[in-house]
């Protein structure tokens, strides 16, 4: 196995500082002022899904966030040709390519490689071929790790909704037991290992603590806590509870 980074690193999700603006379809709060807090918090990244109905992030917001990220920042977006024409306009430090279905509350599961193989390697050829790398947002299943790493992605980010929304103590161990399983099959593959969906306060830490594990991206739980306590003490209390000093 390769190990790329010897501390796990957060990177915070901000859409949802853009789901209350556009509730009301004004100008606050202004994601770009998140990112920067989210920063002074202590994120290691800024991670921002430009979804194909843009209900939330806006294409104005991820320029300005380009120019103004100081950490790196993370484009979750599908993998059409609208997206990756803007993803090669902006040039994040990476993409992350996710399943999207305009009637879902937020991404519901991870993305199917093997429905549409031939297409995903092209996709990822384009972005990486102008120096963006790719990670594809998957379930911990063996045979979407293996696709993965076919396609020559240098990422994969593993869905933890299965983990998050388990059922008592012994169904939640079984969940993690095959994200460790999953992350330890993407490191023999080569691929980067990060994780993200559904994980809050309350149950990071066994995430955080799988071995090869690279980064988390945590958005709702967080921007959550932000409208009781503010958005820094909110990044700084998930730093800590990651690393299981709460």
Not at 56 to 73: F, N
Not at 154 to 180: P, S, V
Request: proline share 3%; glycine share 8%; with cysteine.
């Amino acid at each position: 196995m390769t190990y790329y980074l010897t501390v796990l690193t957060l990177g915070v999700n901000i859409d949802h500082t853009a789901t209350i603006r556009q509730a009301r379809r004004t100008v606050e709060p202004d994601p770009v002022a998140a990112a920067v807090l989210a920063e002074l918090g202590g994120a290691d990244g800024i991670t921002v899904h430009l979804r194909e109905d843009r209900r939330h992030i806006q294409d104005r917001d991820v320029r300005l966030l380009r120019q103004t990220v100081r950490t790196h920042l993370n484009l979750e977006m599908a993998p059409t040709e609208e997206m990756v024409g803007i993803a090669l306009e902006i040039k994040p430090d990476y993409v992350t390519l996710v399943p999207e279905r305009r009637e879902e509350v937020t991404t519901e599961g991870g993305l199917n490689l093997l429905g549409d193989f031939d297409r995903y390697c092209g996709v990822v050829e384009q972005l990486q071929g102008a120096g963006i790398p790719v990670s594809w947002f998957i379930d911990a299943d063996t045979e979407q790790i293996r696709a993965a790493a076919a396609t020559e992605a240098k990422f994969i980010e593993l869905h933890t909704g299965k983990y998050a929304e388990a059922h008592g103590e012994r169904e939640q161990q079984e969940e993690l037991e095959i994200l460790k399983q999953g992350t330890a099959q993407a490191l023999d593959l080569g691929l980067r290992v990060n994780a993200g969906h559904g994980l809050t306060y309350w149950n990071v830490y066994p995430v955080a603590c799988i071995e090869g594990m690279e980064e988390l991206n945590i958005g709702h739980t967080i921007i959550s806590r932000a409208v009781l306590v503010g958005l820094e003490r909110a990044v700084r209390e998930m730093k800590q509870a990651m690393f299981g000093k709460v």
